[in-house]
């Protein structure tokens, strides 16, 4: 996962690997309130003002690893906020600096339309009780001498979702989180973090289940040349699973869904967006409803092999892993039928590998699970790569025009186009990550960096084509309608 604060890191990824050792061991309900005290022994304070208040925050991640809210609420939100941990920012966006000369003309206390103004001994002073951040005291200062401090969480929220309660605790507004995960690694603090799913999966593998790991696309060239799909495979079973499935797969199996139902909405004259992002999904349904008819109807290629799999063995249970966190909310959505079961990051199955002395290995090239498009999946313009080619494929003659969203501000412009009736393109690719799935909030690597990995190792596939590869799987008669 890339963040600027390794401390922060270590501390999360310690407190994943504690809950999985435990969990292994079948110890967790009785250890787990000894892990506090074992990650910060004491007598000193490492980061914080005390061990005590140290101890709290390892207590709710342990909880947030354990799959439960941090304080005990009830919620179904997977973002979360530790409130241990959400300390020291500052409550009033708006600051007067020294660089107020107090001057006669008073433009400041002039231009504020609440009265949140008054002049001190030495400088203009904002009364935070009045402001209410309209931002016109910054505008007419002559000195920029009034600062706007917005906290980097609510800074990067795409969604508007987050404010702040009267002790300037972080609040999560649930009608708007769209789960895409980009605040939790905005806060210096590590004061927002996410449910995990950590726990269950290794108790369905202790109990015996045929659990089965579906490995998201963006996964090639997070962990360098040498790391395979082979890898995964390989150390997955090492650790339990029954076996992997390439999610690049699904990839081809939603392009090929994705590209009947574009070839019909394009001779109706109905403009569509994908559904394979469910951060973008979410965005649609909880800033957008009066568009929710324009979203594909097709499922997103985690649920495409879910599907695949289960049709195989009611019984699997499927897991997804990934750099995104929103899919352990299209996890949770009930209203998609055999989709997968659980989802995990790359950081949460890494600690699940750890605690069983399972590593990553290099391993050759050789497993390929999908086609060269199914891969690329994961990239911006992906997806619209993929279906144009699947309609190739399916002598569709037609030429749409596509609108590629790389970001969740890309997004929202496009789909505020939709809603006035201003769309000139007949469909919409929405990706709330910037890059794609590949910059996702728990990639593990720069989305650069990653890139030259990836592009090596995909450029050893063969060029299979998509409808060819899912004949080949075995997954050409899977049902891929919501």
Known sequence: ?????????????????????????????????????????????????????????????????????????????????????????????????????????????????????????????????????????AQACPYSAIAHLERPCKKVCPADAITYDENGLCVIDEKKCIQCGACIHSCPFGAIGTKTFLVDVINLILAGRR?????????????????????????????GFADMVEVGLGGDMTAAAEAAEWAEAYKEGKKLTTSCCPAFVNLIRQHFPTLTDHISTTVSPMCGVSRMLKAQDPETVTVFIGPCIAKKSEALDLNIQNNADYALTFGEIRALMRAKDVELE?????????????????????????????????????????????????????????????????????MACVGGCVGGPSKHKTELEAKKARDLLIGQADDRKIHENLKMAGADGVAMGR
């Open 211 to 239: 659990v089965v790991a579906m490995v998201a696309p963006a996964t090639e060239g997070q962990f360098g040349t040498d790391i395979t799909m082979a890898s995964w495979r390989t150390a997955l079973k090492k650790v």
């Open 362 to 430: 290099p391993e050759e090239n050789s497993s390929q699970g999908s086609s060269v498009y199914g891969k690329r999946f994961g990239n911006s313009g992906g997806v619209t790569n993929a279906v144009l080619q699947s309609l190739k494929e399916m002598d569709e003659d037609i030429s749409p025009n596509v609108l590629r969203c790389n970001g969740a501000a890309e997004c929202k412009k496009a789909l505020m186009l939709l809603k006035a009736g201003r769309l000139l393109e007949d469909f919409i690719e929405g």
């Open 1 to 137: 996962m890339v963040t600027n604060d390794a401390t922060i890191l270590k501390i999360k990824h310690e407190v994943l690997y504690e809950v999985a050792k435990l969990a292994w061991e079948g110890k967790l309900e009785e250890g787990k309130d000894d892990i506090p005290y074992k990650m910060i022994p004491g007598p000193q304070a490492q980061f914080r003002c005390c061990i005590y208040k140290e101890r709290e925050i390892i207590r709710q991640r342990v909880r947030l690893a354990s799959g439960l809210c941090p304080t005990g609420h009830d919620s179904m939100n997977v973002v979360q906020v530790i409130n241990a941990a959400c300390e020291e920012c500052p409550i009033a966006s708006y600051l007067v600096t020294d660089n107020c000369r107090k001057c006669m003309g008073k433009a400041c206390q002039n231009s504020c339309p609440f009265g949140a103004i008054s002049m001190g001994d030495f400088r203009a002073h904002i009364d935070p009780n009045k402001c209410r951040e309209c931002g016109k005291c």
